[in-house]
């Protein structure tokens, strides 16, 4: 099965950098996806890492340590509209993609 | 337009009285799958199919059923519904490289109340 384990809050100002960690617990690990979502909209993809590294998408980066079982979102150049909930997810080998709880990011003025 | 339409978008039903939440996607993806999302627990996978008649469990599939008798359609079928399965349900599709890649397209979403 899968466990991933990511902050449940965060709060930052406009302009200020975020970085949202995410450790997780799976068998067959395959690769680290993260999400957006607004309001209990639509989740929308971000970014996928399934080697080690850093992934650069625009203001938006997601790094991974799969020796660490580990990775982050880094958002940076924080606007109001980023504010939202994010999740990580963890695709297996058996194609099952299992999901964080989320981490609500709130953007202040 | 790409996209992934869910019906209903909301629901309000009284325990035991059978119920489907359609999906369709019109991107001819093979891979697709069903989500609840509750308040802390994030999206909970309930079943997935990776191709027309190939469907498998999640990790919350009990009172649930699913069907893929066509590309493009995956309902999710709720026999007998509870009030436990009050929650907010998404369908979501990639094909085989954009799994590969993570990327999901979402529906948007089917707010479903048992009484």
């Known amino acids: 099965g899968q466990s991933l384990e990511q902050p449940s809050e965060v709060t930052a100002v406009e302009g200020a950098i975020v970085q949202i960690n995410c450790t997780y617990q799976t068998s067959g690990f395959y690769g680290l996806s993260w999400y957006q979502q607004h309001d209990g909209g639509a989740p929308t993809f971000l970014s996928y890492?399934?080697?080690?590294g850093l992934e650069e998408t625009g203001r938006f980066s997601s790094f991974l340590s799969r020796s660490d079982s580990y990775g982050y979102l880094l958002l940076q150049e924080l606007q109001m509209k980023d504010s939202a909930s994010y999740f990580c997810a963890a695709r297996s080998n058996d194609y099952k993609l299992s999901f964080g709880a989320g981490t609500t990011v709130t953007v202040r003025a | 337009e790409a996209q992934v339409t869910q019906n209903p978008r909301y629901l309000i039903t009284v325990t035991g009285k059978k119920l489907t939440v359609t999906c369709s996607q019109n991107m001819n993806h093979e891979y697709m799958s069903w989500y609840r999302q509750d308040p802390g627990l994030g999206l909970r996978q309930i079943y997935y199919?990776?191709?027309?008649?190939?469907?498998d469990k999640g990790d919350v599939p009990e009172g649930y059923k699913v069907s893929r008798k066509e590309k493009r359609n995956f309902p999710l079928i709720l026999e007998s519904p509870s009030p436990n399965q009050t929650s907010l349900y998404f369908c979501?599709?990639?094909?085989?490289?954009?799994?590969?890649?993570?990327?999901?397209?979402f529906g948007e979403g089917s707010r479903l109340t048992v009484l």
């Open positions: 199919s990776m191709n027309v008649e190939v469907t």
């Open positions: 979501a599709s990639s094909d085989t490289g954009g799994f590969n890649t993570g990327e999901l397209f």
């Open positions: 890492n399934a080697l080690d």
